[in-house]
């Protein structure tokens, strides 16, 4: 379950990147496909007047199948969050509590001294600079 999940997570974040990058090469109404999806690059009013604004305007792309319209750079932005947070929580064994409070992870290795190593994760989350907050946590 945990190998499908991951590569489902991989796979996400991979595909919103290439459609990303389809969208951002592709000027305003054209067509143009990814992945077997053909899409049409939209601005909308709002995209202009943001534009206008500060200079830039996010890449949206229509799915021409169904007539769903996606902010590319946010479903890229959201796969990648997805992507991090899977890692995270499988990588180091960290519980989604200490997770959203992290800000520093430190992997240690201590020897013994028979000679076995011992690896400590040593997470610090946001109020971990307060003088009065045990924060600092040794497994």
């Known amino acids: 379950m945990a190998a499908r999940l991951v590569r489902?997570?991989?796979d996400t974040w991979t595909a919103a990147g290439r459609l990303l990058a389809a969208t951002q090469a592709a000027p305003p109404g054209e067509?143009?496909?990814c992945d077997g999806i053909t899409y049409r690059r939209v601005k909308t009013k709002h995209d202009s007047d943001r534009q206008r604004w500060n200079g830039t305007a996010p890449p949206?792309?229509?799915n021409l199948t169904d007539g769903t319209r996606i902010h590319t750079a946010q479903a890229e932005d959201t796969a990648f969050w997805t992507w991090a947070i899977t890692h995270a929580l499988r990588l180091t064994g960290v519980?989604?509590?200490e997770l959203l409070e992290l800000s520093?992870?430190?992997i240690r290795?201590?020897?013994r001294p028979n000679g076995e190593v011992r690896r400590f994760r040593s997470c610090s989350n946001a109020t971990a600079t307060a003088p009065a907050a045990a924060s600092r946590r040794t497994w």
Do not use: K, M, N
């Open 8 to 10: 489902h997570v991989d």
């Open 31 to 33: 067509v143009f496909t």
């Open 60 to 62: 949206r792309a229509e």
């Open 95 to 97: 519980r989604i509590e």
């Open 104 to 106: 520093h992870l430190s």
């Open 109 to 111: 290795q201590y020897q």
